[in-house]
């Protein structure tokens, strides 16, 4: 079983919308959950980090569920500049950093 | 936050020669990680880049194909060894700040084998 799995998508959504991408993860030890947003042919930047209590940020929405081991990033009002891929990201105890495959939005005028 | 700066940016080069990829933190970073990319994919581990002792690699990574350098808290080296085709992809440099768990990417390096 792989230690984070994505949706890979794509998800096409017109300007506007709200989407919501989910992930589960395998370790029920994990102790640190991020979102990494990747422009095509640029590296991963954090987007944000996702604290147990949840958190928001703008239009963007994270939440830690640790009893179903998933995360999830909510996008509200999706902007034309939301395209990209967003990566899942595990750090269970230690030095290691797992990350999803990756989930495709395209957001369409 | 901190800022990385990978060179070269792109290389291609023949299949059985080397390139060594250089990695250059702007400050002193806990841990440094070399990831690969291939195209449409997520990114997978090669190695831990450990300051001063030998790197830790992932499965399916050893160190004769990928030997790699950490002569300091701010400096990090990837030689992809004997290339072949199959080795093109980005490779990507990261730094962990320990103080805030957040990872921090290079550039890449773009990598075509012929």
């Known amino acids: 079983r792989k230690e984070v799995e994505q949706d890979p998508g794509p998800f096409n959504v017109p300007e506007g919308a709200t989407v919501a991408f989910n992930c589960t993860y395998s370790?029920?030890?994990?102790?640190?959950f991020f979102w990494y947003r990747q422009d095509c042919r640029k590296e991963p930047k954090l987007l944000m980090s996702?604290?147990?209590s949840g958190n928001e940020d703008g239009r963007f929405t994270a939440q830690l569920n640790r009893a179903s081991q998933y995360i999830s990033l909510l996008i509200r009002d999706s902007k034309l500049s939301d395209s990209a891929t967003y990566l899942c990201?595990?750090?269970?105890?230690?030095?290691?950093?797992?990350f999803g495959t990756g989930t495709s939005l395209t957001v369409i005028p | 936050s901190a800022v990385i700066s990978q060179k070269p940016s792109r290389d291609i080069c023949q299949r059985g020669t080397s390139l060594t990829i250089q990695c250059q933190v702007d400050?002193?970073?806990?841990?440094m990680f070399w990831y690969r990319q291939q195209p449409g994919q997520s990114l997978t581990l090669i190695a831990t880049?450990?300051?001063?002792?030998?790197?830790?690699?992932e499965s399916g990574f050893v160190i004769d194909k990928f030997p790699i350098s950490r002569p300091n808290l701010t400096f990090s080296t990837l030689t992809v060894s004997n290339m072949s085709p199959e080795d093109s992809s980005i490779y990507l440099c990261?730094?962990?700040?320990?103080?805030?768990?957040?990872?921090?990417f290079g550039p890449g390096t773009r990598l075509t084998v012929t």
């Open positions: 990261s730094a962990w700040d320990g103080s805030s768990y957040e990872q921090y």
């Open positions: 370790n029920s030890a994990s102790q640190s």
């Open positions: 996702v604290y147990s």
């Open positions: 990201v595990v750090k269970p105890h230690g030095n290691q950093f797992y």
């Open positions: 400050s002193q970073v806990t841990m």
């Open positions: 880049a450990n300051q001063g002792s030998e790197a830790t690699y």
